[in-house]
């Protein structure tokens, strides 16, 4: 595959797009993930989309109107633990499948 990606002139750059910064968020709100991505994404965007980097204000709002769906954690009896959900649930491709046939995430977004 990383042969592939390289043939193919794929880049960090090429991937980041603002659609793939709102999957991120999307898909943390959806898993109960950690508020620490709001730090990374705002660093990342800027660095790859200085012009028109994602904002506090988006995050609010894609937050403001996406639902926790399952609860992930390493261990723990108040979520989801990440073994029981691949096994009983399908995993993470199960719940990407879910959300983009919802239309929360956007499937058209370049990945690897």
Known sequence: MLVDVVEQNITPRSLLTPAAFR???????????????VL???????????????????????????????????GGTDTVNIPQFHEQYGGSGALIKWLIDEGMLDGSTPTV
Not at 49 to 71: A, C, H, K
Request: a neutral charge; aromatic letters at 0%.
């Open 23 to 37: 999957n991120a968020v999307v898909l943390t709100i959806t898993t109960k993930g950690s508020t620490n991505l």
């Open 40 to 74: 990374h994404l705002l660093a990342m965007s800027r660095t790859v989309n200085p012009d028109d980097p994602l904002t506090v204000e988006q995050i609010d709002e894609i937050s403001r109107s996406t639902q926790l769906r399952v609860g992930l954690r390493p």
